[in-house]
C-alpha cells in the first residue's frame, strides 16, 4: 500500500467469555498487513473470563505487527496488554484520552453525528471511524463514504471508514479517509476470513493495493 493510500485496519466481531476466535482472527491477520485491530467484547460478560479470551488475541495482533484496541472497556486495556482503547461515543473519549493519552492509542467511533464526530475529534483522540454499527444498525456505504470524504476535507485528526459490506470497501476507500475497516464480512465469508480479506484487497482502488 502506498504511503498516501488507505491504511488498513481490522473490526472483531462481539467477543463473549467463551468465544473460540483465535483461528480466525489469525486467518484474517495472515491476509493482509493490517495497522490495527479493534476488538469488540459483551462488556455484561465476566472480566477475568473476557481477559482469558483476549491476552491471546492481543498477543496474536502484536505479534502480526498491529495495534490491539480493545472496545468501549477501559479496564481492560491495561490487564489485556492492549495497545489501546476504541472508545464509544464523546464521553469516553474524552475520559479515555485523560486516563491514557499520550501512553496508548485512543480512538473514537459510536459517533452517529457530526456534531458528535466533531466533539471527539477536540478531544485530541488518535482517529475518529465512521460507520460502526449502533442501535440504529449499520450505515449505509454511500453515507459513510460521504461522513469520511466531508472529515477528510476539513479536519487534521485522522479519519477511518468502516466497510460492513464486502461492497463498501471500495466507495470508502476512494475517500480521503486515513483507514478503512475491514468489519462484519470478514467474519461471515464463505471461504473464511482469509479469503474475505483477499477479496477486500482486490476491491480496493488499483492505487491503494499495491
Not at 476504541?86 to 452517529?112: C, M, N, S, Y
Not at 471511524?129 to 487534521?156: H, M, Q, Y
Not at 460492513?164 to 475497516?181: C, G, N, R, S, Y
Amino acid at each position: 500500500m502506498s504511503d498516501t493510500a488507505s491504511r488498513l485496519m481490522l473490526v472483531s466481531p462481539v467477543l463473549g467469555a467463551d468465544a473460540d476466535f483465535l483461528p480466525a482472527l489469525e486467518a484474517a491477520l495472515s491476509g493482509a498487513p493490517f495497522a490495527a485491530v479493534v476488538l469488540r467484547v459483551e462488556r455484561e460478560a465476566d472480566e477475568r473470563a473476557l481477559l482469558k479470551v483476549l491476552k491471546p488475541l492481543v498477543d496474536a495482533v502484536q505479534t502480526a505487527g498491529a495495534a490491539a484496541l480493545i472496545e468501549g472497556a477501559p479496564d481492560l486495556v491495561g490487564k489485556s496488554g492492549a495497545d489501546g482503547i476504541h472508545a464509544l461515543g464523546v464521553t469516553q473519549t474524552k475520559d479515555a484520552v485523560e486516563r491514557f493519552k499520550p501512553e496508548k492509542i485512543v480512538g473514537a467511533g459510536g459517533l452517529r453525528t457530526r456534531d458528535e464526530a466533531m466533539s471527539a475529534g477536540e478531544t485530541h483522540c488518535d482517529y475518529v471511524l465512521f460507520g460502526d454499527p449502533g442501535k440504529g444498525g449499520t450505515p449505509p456505504a454511500d453515507s459513510v463514504a460521504d461522513r469520511c470524504a466531508w472529515w477528510a476535507e476539513i479536519f487534521n485528526t485522522p479519519c477511518v471508514g468502516q466497510a460492513e459490506t464486502l461492497d463498501a470497501v471500495a466507495p470508502i476507500a476512494e475517500t480521503e479517509a486515513e483507514f478503512v475497516a475491514f468489519g462484519s464480512f470478514v467474519w461471515t465469508h464463505a471461504e473464511g476470513p482469509d479469503a474475505a480479506v483477499r477479496a477486500a484487497l482486490a476491491a480496493l482502488p488499483a492505487d491503494q493495493s499495491a
